[in-house]
């Protein structure tokens, strides 16, 4: 239960960003954010407002976000209608059904838009433990990046999460480079700042895996990322895997400058794959702590 008597509820879903204008809501565009809170809109019988672990840029997809809201605990028994059933399985039974509706069902909608079902899927819906906020409590975000950087690799089934390069990558150089990034940095030169807020991050992991079917795989992970970091970062490092200078990429980091040169990679093969968060008795004192490490983040 939280303060005011409102119980907490997390959700666990993931989406394909394809056809979205990416996670916020939008007036007048299709978002994650909207459709999820239409569809809670329609179970709940009220506005309902979602704070979410990653906001994810258009065309960005994910494989493990969290989300949470707050209900009144009447509002969460009366999910299950009076049966003998959990209240979190009745609304992920029952959410599935309306975003069903919401994403594919509207009358006069365009092909494209009716062909959405299943786009959105949740997977879980719990009450969260005390103190639990889907962004301020995470203890770090991991995303994936696919890359083709040969003709031969380019497969039409996996387009929509692969990004097509047409000139060879040196991996060993863009591991290279992105090991100096290993760290607590300000990364400005690879973000998009926000008022107030500020660009320093723990970069805790970034590599470049080329797999046996020749696929270079990128995974980064952070305590968190600021606006357009990750396609920034991939981004720059495309530039470093084509021209062979591992040491560019840090130079760019020094710079803390934001220009002509900070290029962002393409969003469609990009995957929020995973968020962690701390013990449940740590859930508060973590988000206490990054609320007030980032300011107005």
Known sequence: MQDGGFLRVRLDLSYDGGPFRGWAAQPGHLTVQGALEEGLEVLIRRPVRLTVAGRTDAGVHARGQVVHFDLDPGEWLALSRGRDIDPGAALVRRLRGVLSKVLGGRVGSPAPLRELAGAIEVHSAVPAPAGFDARFSALWRRYSYRIADRPELWDPLTRNVTLWHDRPLDDKAMNNAAGRLIGIHDFLSFCKPRDGATTIRDLQHFSFVRGHDGVITATVQADAFCHNMVRALIGASLVVGTEHDPYWLHERLL????????????????????????EDHEMMLRAERTRARRGFD
């Open 255 to 278: 710079a803390q400058v934001r220009d002509s040169q900070t290029k962002l990679a393409a969003p469609h093969p990009l995957v929020l794959e995973h968020v962690a968060y701390p």
